[in-house]
């Protein structure tokens, strides 16, 4: 047992000063003047800290990424201690560009490696590619079959690296997540990877106008990434779909009018955006390629994952985003679209992931995933298997 003591703890709603028990890999409950006798459990004084849901980043390319500029500009592997430092103790894979060098088996091993170091994984199957590239032929059985596999993605429209799928192969891909996800009791989501080009979100908007598909099977991402498309995102979330803003960046991105994640999450709020239809991912390990005009490589940097964790800082300390609402972009939203069971939530019942925060700066001090330390005292405890 690891009983925490005296935390300011958010569920993610606030809920003042608490203890939190913990036992076999549960939280067992949250209360105030909770008592163990001291030779059942760890008790650790947690006064002064603020206690959150373990970070949950919904788009990490586990396997690595990247090679739009060639062989040698293959991203590397997650390691553990980049997401630990970063207070995710939920992640879920997916693949990028490329489908080729990367395949959804290698992915799924990466996310069977990360969980045995102490991560909680989850995968979506396919890459920018249509038709999808699965595990086991088809979408369907992919996640009926697969544990990890939770939906599909990320699918790439609206891009020059797109394989420019046509809206009827577009729809197809969605009417078999949402059918796989149906029968296996999973989101069956599909994560739809938005680039800058003008068509923006079309397709989604012309598949929820003709279909009987509905907004809600689809998590477009990158949403943050230029005006326009935030500006379209606002729109679509106000219909009732989700938008997943990109915390990995670069000053070009930013100077060619790419939008700060805190920044887009306050101006959707104050547009009367529903805070239940934000999340936040870090794209970590994937690239981030600078294109020029006619599309030519100028260079390449790596996504990182703890850039999920400073841009919630950012949202609060910045932006003024009150702590419990910016907290949802990286807990109860992606564990409920993505219907990660026991993730995202602080209560009895819910999986023993934690974050503490030094509520001044709001920088990472302890990770607990499934009633474990990662991280304690801002020190890293457990470290990846070839770390």
Same mark, same amino acid.
């Given at each position: 047992? &690891?009983?925490?003591?005296?935390?300011?703890?958010?569920?993610?709603?606030?809920?003042?000063?608490?203890?939190?028990?913990?036992?076999?890999?549960?939280?067992?409950?949250?209360?105030?003047?909770?008592?163990?006798?001291?030779?059942?459990?760890?008790?650790?004084?947690?006064?002064?800290?603020?206690?959150?849901?373990?970070?949950?980043?919904?788009?990490?390319?586990? +396997?690595?990424?990247?090679?739009?500029?060639?062989?040698?500009?293959?991203?590397?592997?997650?390691?553990?201690?980049?997401?630990?430092?970063?207070?995710?103790?939920?992640?879920?894979?997916? @693949?990028?560009?490329?489908?080729?060098?990367?395949?959804? $088996?290698? @992915?799924?091993?990466?996310?069977?490696?990360?969980?045995?170091?102490?991560?909680?994984?989850?995968?979506?199957?396919?890459?920018?590619?249509?038709?999808?590239?699965?595990?086991?032929?088809?979408?369907?059985?992919?996640?009926?079959?697969?544990?990890?596999?939770?939906?599909?993605?990320?699918?790439?429209?609206?891009?020059?690296?797109?394989?420019?799928?046509?809206?009827?192969?577009?729809?197809?891909?969605?009417?078999?997540?949402?059918?796989?996800?149906?029968?296996?009791?999973? +989101?069956?989501?599909?994560?739809?990877?938005?680039?800058?080009?003008?068509?923006?979100?079309?397709?989604?908007?012309?598949?929820?106008?003709?279909?009987?598909?509905?907004?809600?099977?689809?998590?477009? *991402?990158?949403?943050?990434?230029?005006?326009?498309?935030?500006?379209?995102?606002?729109?679509?979330?106000?219909?009732?779909?989700?938008?997943?803003?990109?915390?990995?960046?670069?000053?070009?991105?930013?100077? +060619?009018?790419?939008?700060?994640?805190?920044?887009?999450?306050?101006?959707?709020?104050?547009?009367?955006?529903?805070?239940?239809?934000? *999340?936040?991912?870090?794209?970590?390990?994937?690239?981030?390629?600078?294109?020029?005009?006619?599309?030519?490589?100028?260079?390449?940097?790596?996504?990182?994952?703890?850039?999920?964790?400073?841009?919630?800082?950012?949202?609060?300390?910045?932006?003024?985003?009150?702590? $419990?609402?910016? &907290? @949802?972009?990286? *807990?109860?939203?992606?564990?409920?679209?993505?219907?990660?069971?026991?993730? %995202?939530?602080?209560?009895?019942?819910?999986?023993?992931?934690?974050?503490?925060?030094?509520?001044?700066?709001?920088?990472?001090?302890?990770?607990?995933?499934?009633?474990?330390?990662?991280?304690?005292?801002?020190?890293?405890?457990?470290? %990846?298997?070839?770390?």
């Amino acid at each position: 047992m &690891l009983l925490l003591k005296n935390a300011d703890v958010y569920t993610p709603a606030a809920i003042g000063r608490a203890d939190i028990l913990m036992a076999g890999g549960r939280i067992v409950m949250v209360g105030p003047d909770i008592e163990v006798p001291a030779r059942l459990c760890e008790r650790v004084d947690a006064s002064g800290l603020v206690a959150a849901p373990g970070f949950i980043d919904g788009h990490v390319h586990l +396997a690595g990424g990247g090679g739009e500029g060639g062989f040698a500009t293959r991203t590397p592997e997650l390691a553990l201690s980049d997401a630990v430092r970063g207070g995710i103790t939920t992640v879920v894979g997916c @693949l990028g560009t490329d489908g080729a060098t990367r395949s959804p $088996a290698g @992915l799924l091993a990466k996310a069977r490696a990360l969980d045995e170091e102490g991560l909680s994984t989850f995968v979506l199957t396919g890459h920018y590619a249509v038709p999808v590239q699965t595990l086991t032929g088809s979408i369907e059985r992919d996640l009926l079959l697969i544990d990890k596999v939770v939906g599909v993605g990320e699918v790439a429209i609206s891009d020059h690296r797109s394989t420019q799928p046509t809206f009827e192969q577009f729809v197809r891909v969605a009417a078999e997540a949402r059918r796989g996800g149906m029968l296996s009791g999973k +989101a069956g989501v599909v994560n739809v990877h938005v680039g800058d080009g003008p068509r923006g979100l079309s397709m989604l908007r012309r598949a929820v106008e003709e279909t009987e598909i509905p907004a809600t099977q689809f998590w477009p *991402t990158h949403i943050n990434r230029n005006p326009a498309l935030f500006d379209e995102g606002q729109a679509w979330a106000k219909a009732g779909g989700f938008v997943d803003f990109t915390t990995s960046t670069v000053p070009a991105f930013l100077d +060619a009018g790419e939008v700060r994640c805190g920044a887009g999450l306050r101006r959707m709020l104050e547009a009367g955006v529903d805070a239940s239809r934000v *999340t936040f991912t870090s794209d970590g390990q994937g690239s981030l390629p600078d294109y020029d005009a006619a599309g030519e490589l100028r260079g390449l940097r790596v996504g990182r994952v703890t850039s999920l964790a400073a841009s919630v800082r950012d949202a609060v300390l910045v932006e003024g985003v009150p702590l $419990a609402t910016a &907290l @949802l972009a990286v *807990t109860a939203n992606p564990a409920r679209i993505l219907k990660l069971r026991g993730k %995202g939530a602080l209560g009895a019942g819910a999986d023993a992931d934690l974050v503490l925060l030094d509520p001044a700066g709001l920088e990472i001090d302890g990770v607990i995933a499934k009633g474990r330390w990662l991280m304690k005292g801002r020190e890293i405890v457990v470290r %990846g298997t070839f770390e």
